[in-house]
């Protein structure tokens, strides 16, 4: 079975503060792992894919296949990254995107 | 090119009503995608086009539901005899030939069921 958790509804911090958004998935293969972000009244789009290892406005993910775990992590939090945050995971050949139930990151001035 | 639009944006049917959404994607995207999402869920699958062909369908695709892409350009999905259980927002996506790995998303169309 396909699955990706997000067991964080709502993460709240203030601005400057660390931020780590978990997200964890099963998948019997070898899955790519994907970071989409929907500000407000904005639509979802790609933040981070696990294979191009590079950071996006602050964001890194490192894939742990032991922990079968994805987690996206900033250093200091800004306002701007106030949003929904969905970790996905596509198996082989890009067919779909498998998403998680999301993660609201609110960050405080 | 103004991304992915999907048309309407919103919907108010009947119970046991037919609707169609329409979704145009990026031009020369090769790959359409359908999701539907739910209060409090993340998207989820339900089919998808490589030009013309639909290649898979979710089992969550009922057989009230059918989606098409005649010419490979864009789509539509139906969903016949609606129920209230059908509300929720509709989503499509595209993808180019030569990076299939992005999805880009349309803005959704949200169907209520009265």
């Known amino acids: 079975a396909q699955r990706v958790t997000q067991p964080e509804k709502l993460l709240s911090v203030f601005k400057g503060a660390p931020v780590e958004l978990k997200c964890n998935y099963s998948?019997?293969?070898?899955?790519?792992l994907f970071w989409y972000v929907q500000y407000s009244r904005q639509r979802l789009q790609l933040l981070l894919r696990?294979?191009s290892r590079e950071s996006i406005k602050g964001f890194t993910a490192d894939l742990n296949k032991g922990e079968t775990s994805f987690h996206l992590k900033k250093p200091f939090a800004q306002e701007e990254d106030s949003a929904m945050y969905y970790c996905?995971?596509?198996?082989?050949?890009?067919?779909?995107?498998?998403f998680g139930t999301g993660t609201r990151l609110l960050v405080s001035p | 090119d103004t991304g992915v639009s999907q048309d309407p944006r919103h919907k108010i049917t009947k119970r046991g009503q037919n609707v169609t959404f329409r979704c145009d994607p990026i031009s020369e995207h090769n790959r359409l995608y359908w999701y539907r999402q739910t209060l409090g869920q993340g998207p989820e699958f339900l089919t998808y086009?490589?030009?013309?062909?639909?290649?898979?369908k979710s089992r969550l695709l009922s057989d009230r539901f059918s989606a098409e892409r005649p010419k490979g350009s864009f789509s539509t999905l139906e969903i016949q005899r609606t129920e209230q259980g059908d509300s929720a927002m509709y989503l499509c996506?595209?993808?180019?030939?030569?990076?299939?790995?992005?999805?880009?998303f349309g803005p959704g169309t949200r169907l209520t069921v009265t």
């Open positions: 086009f490589q030009n013309e062909a639909q290649l898979e």
């Open positions: 998948y019997s293969g070898s899955p790519e």
């Open positions: 996905a995971l596509s198996p082989t050949g890009f067919q779909k995107l498998v």
């Open positions: 696990h294979i």
């Open positions: 996506a595209s993808s180019p030939r030569q990076a299939a790995y992005e999805q880009y």
